[in-house]
């Protein structure tokens, strides 16, 4: 079964041990749901998507791309999960919901 291994010297503000990578409270920011000027709200923030399923109550958020690649992090669980894709046709080609995915592995590694 697979194992956390979560940076021991990285926390949760954008820091690696000292050292400021990100700007204090970009995080937050960037993962907060928009909405438009018309008043329609959005599950995007900047570049990022939010989590649908039972990661939602986590806060996590998500990268997807075009083609069947994608970046799920779920900082509550300390998970990570990075899926690296080749699909034909720049959508409509899961099997596999990529939400049902993501929370059975969230889920086994608790």
């Not at 400021?20 to 998507?49: D, Q, V």
């Not at 596999?96 to 889920?107: E, I, L, N, Q």
Request: proline share 6%.
């Amino acid at each position: 079964m697979p194992t956390l291994c979560p940076s021991p010297a990285a926390d949760d503000h954008g820091t690696i041990g000292s050292e400021r990578i990100l700007p204090e409270g970009w995080i937050t920011e960037a993962t907060l749901p928009k909405t438009l000027s018309t008043g329609t709200a959005l599950n995007y923030g900047s570049l990022w998507w939010m989590a649908e399923g039972a990661s939602r109550a986590d806060g996590a958020f998500m990268a997807i791309g075009i083609n069947g690649q994608y970046l799920h992090v779920n900082r509550k669980e300390e998970v990570v999960i990075v899926v690296l894709g080749a699909q034909p046709q720049p959508s409509g080609g899961n099997t596999v919901s990529h939400t049902a995915f993501f929370d059975a592995v969230v889920a086994a590694l608790k």
